[in-house]
């Protein structure tokens, strides 16, 4: 299967906690993005880090990719209870296809 | 002002019968997706147009056949329902760049086949 890899599947916590989620992949790709998923909704595209870049941030997301490890994190920082929902992350190995991880279901506790 | 619109948001209808999901962007866009996510949320791509052609076919049944009148309009039609169809159809779309851009979700269309 080229589906992608993400854990923990699951991940709890408090707010103002961080909250570090992992993907790993098997192909070699053009850039690697993160998408959240509110219950219910369509997916909302959060960043997007090419395969020459090590590190990209946004607001409280920090993004790493390591691409001799095909695998990249997400960490968001200082969390909310609003950014409860489900995390994936897309690999595009080449123009118009995109390979979307399992996802990790984050909650985070008011 | 919705970036990506499908219609229906919810579809019951029994094995056997044809249905059709519409999808409309109004980002300008030049490429288009439809994509399934199951009941454990795998979300897997099944078709991707391009300027209105065919690009990306992931091996989905032919009962399922794409129509893109435009670049802002991309249809699905099932042909021959079956249970394991049920799932939540999304349409995307995003700009034409070599590597591959952000993708625009719509909401969502709930497919329940009984």
């Known amino acids: 299967s080229q589906q992608g890899e993400e854990d923990p599947q699951a991940l709890s916590i408090q707010e103002g906690e961080n909250a570090t989620m992992n993907c790993s992949y098997k192909t070699s790709i053009n850039n690697l993005q993160w998408y959240r998923q509110n219950s219910g909704r369509g997916l909302v595209h959060l960043i997007l880090i090419r395969s020459n870049e090590r590190e990209k941030h946004s607001g409280r997301l920090r993004v790493t990719l390591d691409t001799s490890k095909k695998s990249s994190s997400l960490l968001i920082t200082a969390s909310r209870a609003a950014d409860t929902a489900s995390y994936f992350c897309a690999t595009v190995p080449g123009t118009y296809k995109y390979i979307f991880g399992t996802g990790t279901r984050l909650k985070v506790l008011a | 002002d919705t970036a990506v619109s499908q219609t229906p948001k919810y579809l019951v209808t029994q094995m056997g019968n044809d249905k059709s999901i519409k999808c409309e962007q109004n980002l300008g866009h030049d490429t288009m997706y439809w994509y399934k996510q199951d009941s454990k949320k795998f979300l897997k791509i099944m078709f991707s147009?391009?300027?209105?052609?065919?690009?990306i076919n992931e091996t989905v049944p032919n009962r399922f056949s794409p129509k893109s009148p435009d670049k802002a309009h991309l249809n699905l039609h099932i042909n021959s329902l079956e249970l394991g169809d049920s799932a939540v159809y999304f349409c995307?779309?995003?700009?034409?760049?070599?590597?591959?851009?952000?993708?625009?979700f719509g909401p969502g269309t709930r497919l329940t086949v009984t």
């Open positions: 147009y391009n300027n209105k052609e065919l690009i």
């Open positions: 995307a779309s995003s700009q034409d760049t070599a590597s591959g851009g952000e993708q625009y």
